[in-house]
């Protein structure tokens, strides 16, 4: 790429031709403050807070989208700037439900941060307010549009990154209201409850439905026998809650926080994660040698399968039926655990942490219950378990590490990396290359199933046998391989797909990291290598491996894709009508 | 009595409509003003049908639906009944005009009366400011109205 020359506060930088006044103004460490933009998802220049002065431009220009040139000047700190930049951010909050102090993203919301930086002392308009929908229908999600500053990343990243589109600007002036069409609940839309609608929010228009109370009731019920489990993201993302850099794992202070907090006994969601890739492994295996329905793909991200429900049907052979692992953990604790330990499973009250918000709406299918009991009693996304851990006023960063409860919290490096994409399908082929192979492999570690590349590919031959795999990310990415798919173009044995882009650790129900952060760091990348991280300093790396899921084979269920563990651990799906 | 618009016939129409422009840039504008024309509004089931055969999200649909005035969600009446709320037309007296064609038509501004004969609007300027107040039914035009000018107006329909 060309580079140009332009001087922005009167530092000369050099920059790529094709950057934007905005890029350039972060290459030469001037701040430009930013709302509705949003890197790649939303870069529209709607919001008129970026604006800055450029040389000969008459009027004051958006950065985010005004192209450098050649011998530009840029002024970003002038009286015009300044006050054009205010005004706008007054206008917006005139017409803002300004209950800062009791909102669910106070001190994590953008529009706050701004008002701050702006020096933002009084909103001098006053006068209508535009007439407000609060939906908190569906399971998972919550649209207040009291909130809403109409600034469209919500919008961009459900149509262009997932490729879905339930929520759109409609009606039109004052009127204006982000919503899913004719103000449907986003119960009766097509929603997945990804959450990429929530992690793109500057503000509280969308969030998760909370479930913080029903948890601490059950901590506080003497009755209840409470079991916590985390998934493996949630390490990888909780402690930029307490002030950690992006990409550190906090695992044992996780697990001291909620031992603290009152469960009666923490497991790890990987252990089911290694159960998972037993169950779903062979039955990789068994649809390979017996010609049943190919590619399989995987079923752990329940974002995709409601996608898939809504979307593609025709698919839903495909799937596995594996429960996703929180799932499986739920039904292995109110059975196995609870037998093993003498408790009435009745009175388990099984909560699962979750970088998700589509786990929220998971965990109320119908299905997924055994004997009428369901597998899991609650979901609380990261953000969630943050709160409880502030709640609670435990100093986080002063815990001792400690270890899950070893009944059920021995995991393998196979079960960690599930929260990143290709994780699952770099787990599962760990464990199937041995079987194929009949003996132990030393190279495990599957190179070309990882990174963020939207659609990966790779083949690996073992015992003699070619497997062609893809990996998908994000569901607008899903479509695409599916398509291809379709139409005979692209052949495979095993397609690992998640909802979110990146993976669980990108997931919906992940701390908020600012759009202006985002700018510069991937965090996809920076929360994978958390648990790429965690998988090498594991004593075993393989699932098959972990000695509680031997026992648990030995003693209770036989044998992967038993009767038992059909019962306990597998589910089926339903097509479903869009609207 | 409304009749049922949503019958096999126009869904026809429709898809003529669809497949003629399925290929172009920008194909949903016109596939909504052949619509509009074909049902006379353009009700969830229609832009569903849309939706699935231009791949285009409903919602994006609804946006725009809810955004241009020339599309409606509801069939409008046999006769819609539009009256100036400009500025000349206002400061001339158009609002008790139009509260009296709301009570005698028996429908609220931006509706339709249950008989499916009218349909009642606030218009922006339609630039007749010469005769003002004015209203238009379909394509007739009535202008420098006072408030006893319109039983008789309506009686005509």
Redesign the interface.
Known sequence: MDKITLTIDNIKVEVPSNYTVLEAAKTAGVDVPTLCYMKKVNEIGACRVCVVEVEGNRNLQASCVFPVAEGMVVKTNTKKVREARKATVELILSNHNRECLTCARNKSCELQSLSEELNISSVPFVGERTETTIDQESPSIVRDSSKCILCGRCVNVCKNVQGIGILDFTNRGFETEVSPAFGKSMKDAPCIYCGQCIVACPVAALREKEDIERVWDAIEDKDLHVVVQTAPAVRAALGEEFGHPIGTRVTGKMVAALKRLGFDKVFDTNYAADLTIMEEGHELLHRIQEGGVLPLITSCSPGWVRYCEFNYPEFLPNLSSCKSPHQMMGAVVKSYYAEKHNIDPKKIFVVSVMPCTSKKSESARPELAVKGMKDVDAVLTTRELAKMIKQARIDFNRLEDAEFDPALGHYTGAGVIFGATGGVMEAALRTVAEVLEGKSIEAIDYHMVRGVEGIKEAEVTVGGKTIKLAVAHGTAMAAKLLDMIKSGEKQYHFVEIMGCSGGCVTGGGQPHVPAKVKMDCDIRIERAKALYEEDTQMQYRKSHENPLIKEIYDNFLGKPNSHKAHELLHTHYTARDKY | MVKNILNEENFEKLQAAINENRNKKGALMPVLHEAQKIFGCIP?EV??RISEELS????????VV??YSQFTLESRGEFVIGVCLGTACYVKGAQPIIDKISELTGTKVGKTSADGKFTLEATRCIGACGLAPVLTVNEDVYGRLVVADIPEIVKKY
């Open positions: 969830l832009q569903k285009v999200p409903l919602s994006e649909i609804y946006g809810t955004f």
